[in-house]
Every structure is written in structure tokens, then in C-alpha cells.
């Protein structure tokens, strides 16, 4: 009994222990389980339509006491032995939830797990999503890296547009400085041009004084007329003009080509000028433009290339001017030549009709202009001035004047019946092409190879207006019929209009890359054609904006005129040839 006795508290000892280490493991799992929900992983099967969709069996929370009834110690002790296997076991299929964060120890647990457990998608899916997510962070750290790279950028723009405001303001600040001294600049030009007016008249004076003192010594009795000289603003050793510069090289060489009149007075601008009739005759033309031009003829008329064709104003000819010194008066619409005229020394660049039509001026290479009575085909007079080769030339309505533009950067105006050069227009930086008048005005028009076009008042030779728009240089520009817009194209195929009331541009048409060589309108004003480089006659209708092309030229086509019925056209080309559209 004793014995007995003695083993029971031992067997209880032992029994306490395995309870405790199984009653230990089973609360700690009851703790898991009760606080996280654990659950057991088992080798299934899984299809793709319930891969998500899988339910895991939830482990029952049993409590871990002896049954009544059942005292027996053997009994008890291998039972307490099966509840610590299946603890263990449980223990092993116990998958804890996914963390923020998980240690690289866990992970590799994990795999060896779903290794060893042969769940080979899973594990697929577990390494995928953790590459995901190094990858995550990668992209998010490269994110990081471009917003403040944007932010960066930005503030280098804003900073950028600040310092580009302020050198707006910064230049907006010179231009009244600026204006100020063009307009100085032009009046001290016009200045030096009544300066050297004076000086002309001075000599003059002095000249004539001369004369009057030789007869006086002579002994012939004269009357000498009181002479008042006006004072100079320029100083005896100042540089001498371009008038000063020629009267002594005139009386040097004692070679002027151009006999000057005797007795001959300067003649008078105009001031009441009549309006120009064909501001009527465009109200009155209700017919619509013409576009469908056909070529109808070809003329051959000059060895070389073609520079300027006119029409006259009341008869059917026509006059072309070609590179080979000639200009010939061509009859229409048989193309036979009546009058041919030949005296200058270089190349012919444009002619322009006197207002009644009975004389011509021609410009030429040979830096010179000529004006011709096409009665006989004879050179009436020459005017020499120009330092380098005439570009162009035109009448004034009065028929008194003729303005020429030069490659000297300079225009001149030229009085016909004094013989000589009233007025020398400075202002250009690069050659002047191109000069016209305004319809019935004392108003002039140059285009330039500085690409701007500039407004002059004939009367003072003072600049009024310079328009700014070319990014090329200039080679042509002309007034529309009725005088209220001016066309003007330049040396990449550029075409622009501008109002000449606000002065202002229009709008702009690219043709090029081919330089547009001349412009000019048809009697209706509604038509603009261009002579381009490439040969083609472009027509511009300047009502809806379309562009209608005539192609002919085999060559380049250097310029392009209307007939004074606005229904035939002509244009003449680099192979010498003029050809007419109907």
C-alpha cells in the first residue's frame, strides 16, 4: 500500500509534466487561433476557376482535460501523449497571415515549405509577387527621382520666363530711344541734303561771279546782280556728299555725258493732285476675276534672259528689256518687233512708260537711267548718279520726275527738265530693288534687300513709314490699282499684302522655296500674279484665298504683267522668250 502510495505521486509528477508541456502547447495554439484565426494547409488539387475561391477547414479550439471515468494512469498518459503529437503536428500546418513586412527568413521558410509540400503554382505565385514587389519599390523610388527632376525643371522654366519678361521690359525700354534717333538720323539727313543744295547753288553763284569779274576786266560793262549765300551747317573741312563728290570729279575729267540745259528751272512737286480714275473704273468692273489662262504664244525676242516686260497704256505693244542691252517695242497680237533701242553698256533691269506714253526709261546695269523718245527709238537723256548697277526705275503722274532705286543702297529722284538729281533717299542698309509711285501722289515705295519696305515723301526725301516682315530679302513690290494695298514678295517665295492706309500686314503666302521675282495686280485689283524661280505663274485670287498655277516656262520666270483689259497676260523667262496667256 505503501509502495502504492509511493509510485502515485510520481506517475503524478509525470503526468503534471506531459500536462504541462501539453497543456503549455495547447494554449499557446488556443491563443493563436482565438487571436489571428490560424489555418492548415493540405496538398489539394486546385483548378483556375477556384484558385482564389479555396476555403481552408478551421482547426476546432478543443480543451485538453481527462475524460471522468477514466482514472486509469496508462490510459491517461498515452492520451496526454496524442494530444502532444497532434499539437506538434498542428504546429506544422499552422500558416501565419502575411505582414507588412516580412523577414527574408520567413520567406525562405516559405518556400521550402511549398517546396517540400510540392504546391508548385504557389510557390510560383508567392516568388512572383515578391518580385512584384522589388519591383514596386524600384519604380516608386524611380518616381520619386522624376518628380523631383520635374520640380527642378519647372522652377528652372519659371525662372527662365521671369528673366525673359524682364529683357522684354528691359528692350520695350530702348525703343523710344531708338525712335528718337531714326527720327534724328532722318533729320539730319534731310539737313545735309539742303546743305549740299546750298553749296551746289553757292559754286554756282560764285562761278557766275567769276565770269562777271573776267568781262569786267575786259572792259565790257555788266550789271552783277546782288547774291545773298545762305549760311552752311557744315564746316569748310567737313567730308564732302555724294553731289559734291560728283560736281568735282565732273569738273575734273570735264567728261559729262549728259548735256544740262541752259536757263532751265527746277520743276515744282504737284500739290493739287487729281484723283486716280481707276478707283471708278474698279467700282464700275463687276465682271468675275479671270483664272483660266491658256499660253497662246511664244515670242522670241532676246539672246538672254528677260527682265522686265510693260504695257503700254492706251496702245496694243508691249516693251521688253532683256539682259543682252537691248529693249525692244513689241506689237500685238502678232508678236512682230517695231522699234528696237540700244545704247547702254550693261544689262537692262526694268522700264517704266511716261504717263502719256510717248517716252520710255529704261535702268541698267551700267549704273545709269536713260530716257527714250520711242517716236524714233532715241536717247533723249541720260541720268548718272548711282554708284553701282539700277535695279528700277518709274515715272511720277506729273511726268516731270523719274525715281530710280540702285544697288548702292541708295533712290534717287531725278528732275527731267533740269536734267538733274533733286534728291537722294538714304535709309537702306542693303540694295534697293524695287521703287514705284504711288498712283497720283508725291508718295514712293522702295523694297530692299534689308527685307523691309519703306514709304517716302518725294517733296523732303524723308522716310514717313518702314514696314517690317521678310525674312528674306525683298526683290519686288507694287501698289494694287486702287493704291490700298501693296504686294511685295521677296527671295524665298514669300508673298505678303499689306493695308497701305494703316499700314499694316495683311496676310502672308508661301509659295517658295522658289524666289518670287515680281508681283503685279490686274486692272481689277483681284488678282495678284507671281513670277517665280521654278517657272510657274502663280495667280492668287485674293478674294477667297485659292492659288491657280500656269505652267509654261521651261526656265525661270523673271516677270509677269496683265494687259490693260486684265484678259491676256505675258511673262518673260530666263531663255529669252516672252510668252502670252489668253
Request: hydrophobic fraction near 35%.
Amino acid at each position: 500500500m505503501a509502495a502504492e502510495e509511493g509510485m502515485a505521486p510520481s506517475a503524478l509528477r509525470v503526468l503534471e509534466e506531459a500536462l504541462g508541456v501539453g497543456l503549455t502547447s495547447a494554449g499557446a495554439t488556443a491563443e493563436a487561433v482565438a487571436a489571428e484565426g490560424a489555418y492548415y494547409l493540405e496538398q489539394v488539387t486546385i483548378t483556375e476557376a477556384s484558385e482564389d475561391d479555396y476555403e481552408y477547414e478551421e482547426i476546432p479550439d478543443d480543451n485538453f482535460s481527462i475524460p471522468e471515468g477514466e482514472e486509469d494512469l496508462a490510459k491517461a498518459i498515452h492520451m496526454v501523449q496524442e494530444q502532444a503529437i497532434d499539437t506538434h503536428i498542428l504546429e506544422q500546418k499552422t500558416v501565419l497571415p502575411s505582414k507588412p513586412v516580412v523577414p527574408e527568413v520567413i520567406e525562405d521558410f516559405l518556400c521550402n515549405f511549398l517546396i517540400k509540400m510540392g504546391m508548385t503554382r504557389t510557390l510560383d505565385c508567392f516568388q512572383s509577387e515578391c518580385k512584384a514587389r522589388e519591383d514596386l519599390l524600384k519604380t516608386q523610388k524611380e518616381r520619386d527621382f522624376h518628380r523631383m527632376h520635374h520640380k527642378r525643371v519647372v522652377q528652372e522654366k519659371n525662372k527662365l520666363i521671369n528673366d525673359l519678361k524682364g529683357l522684354k521690359l528691359h528692350y520695350a525700354s530702348y525703343e523710344p530711344t531708338i525712335r528718337v534717333l531714326h527720327e534724328k538720323h532722318h533729320t539730319l539727313l534731310k539737313q545735309k541734303m539742303l546743305t549740299s543744295l546750298e553749296r551746289d547753288r553757292a559754286v554756282k553763284q560764285i562761278s557766275g561771279l567769276q565770269a562777271s569779274w573776267r568781262l569786267m576786266d575786259t572792259g565790257h560793262d555788266i550789271y552783277v546782280p546782288e547774291i545773298r549765300v545762305v549760311p552752311s551747317f557744315e564746316k569748310e573741312n567737313a567730308p564732302e556728299g555724294p553731289t559734291q563728290k560728283g560736281l568735282r570729279e565732273a569738273r575734273e575729267q570735264n567728261k559729262c555725258k549728259t548735256k544740262m540745259k541752259d536757263n532751265t528751272k527746277d520743276s515744282e512737286f504737284p500739290t493739287d493732285m487729281m484723283p486716280n480714275p481707276k478707283l471708278y473704273l474698279c467700282k464700275e468692273n463687276i465682271g468675275p476675276a479671270k483664272f483660266d489662262y491658256k499660253l497662246n504664244d511664244i515670242f522670241r525676242l532676246h539672246e538672254l534672259p528677260v527682265s522686265c516686260i510693260i504695257v503700254h497704256p492706251r496702245r496694243d505693244i508691249l516693251v521688253s528689256c532683256g539682259e543682252d542691252r537691248l529693249w525692244k517695242v513689241v506689237g500685238l497680237p502678232k508678236g512682230n518687233v517695231l522699234l528696237t533701242g540700244f545704247g547702254h553698256t550693261d544689262w537692262l533691269s526694268n522700264c517704266c512708260f511716261h504717263p502719256s506714253g510717248n517716252k520710255l526709261a529704261t535702268s541698267s546695269g551700267d549704273t545709269t537711267v536713260k530716257l527714250w523718245d520711242l517716236s524714233n527709238g532715241n536717247c533723249i537723256l541720260t541720268l548718272e548718279g548711282h554708284n553701282h548697277a539700277v535695279w528700277s526705275c518709274t515715272w511720277h503722274s506729273c511726268g516731270d520726275f523719274v525715281a530710280s532705286s540702285s544697288l548702292d543702297t541708295t533712290s534717287k529722284i531725278w528732275d527731267v527738265n533740269s536734267e538733274r538729281c533733286r534728291c537722294t533717299l538714304y535709309g537702306h542698309t542693303d540694295s534697293v530693288n524695287s521703287i514705284e509711285f504711288f498712283p497720283y501722289s508725291n508718295t514712293l515705295l522702295t523694297g530692299s534687300a534689308d527685307k523691309t519696305l519703306s514709304v517716302w515723301d518725294a517733296r523732303t526725301g524723308k522716310c514717313e513709314q518702314s514696314l517690317y516682315g521678310h525674312m528674306h530679302s525683298i526683290n519686288d513690290a507694287t501698289f494694287a490699282p486702287r493704291g490700298h494695298i501693296i504686294a511685295s514678295c521677296d527671295a524665298c517665295g514669300v508673298t505678303k499684302l499689306w493695308d497701305f492706309r494703316k499700314l499694316l500686314p495683311i496676310v502672308s503666302i508661301d509659295v517658295g522655296p522658289s524666289p518670287g521675282n515680281e508681283v503685279n495686280f490686274d486692272p481689277s485689283g483681284r488678282v495678284l500674279a507671281q513670277a517665280s524661280g521654278n517657272g510657274v505663274i502663280h495667280l492668287l485670287d485674293l478674294k477667297s484665298g485659292q492659288i491657280h498655277k500656269l505652267m509654261g516656262h521651261e526656265s525661270e520666270a523673271h516677270t509677269v504683267v496683265f494687259s490693260q483689259d486684265g484678259e491676256s497676260l505675258f511673262s518673260g523667262g530666263s531663255d529669252g522668250t516672252v510668252r502670252t496667256w489668253s
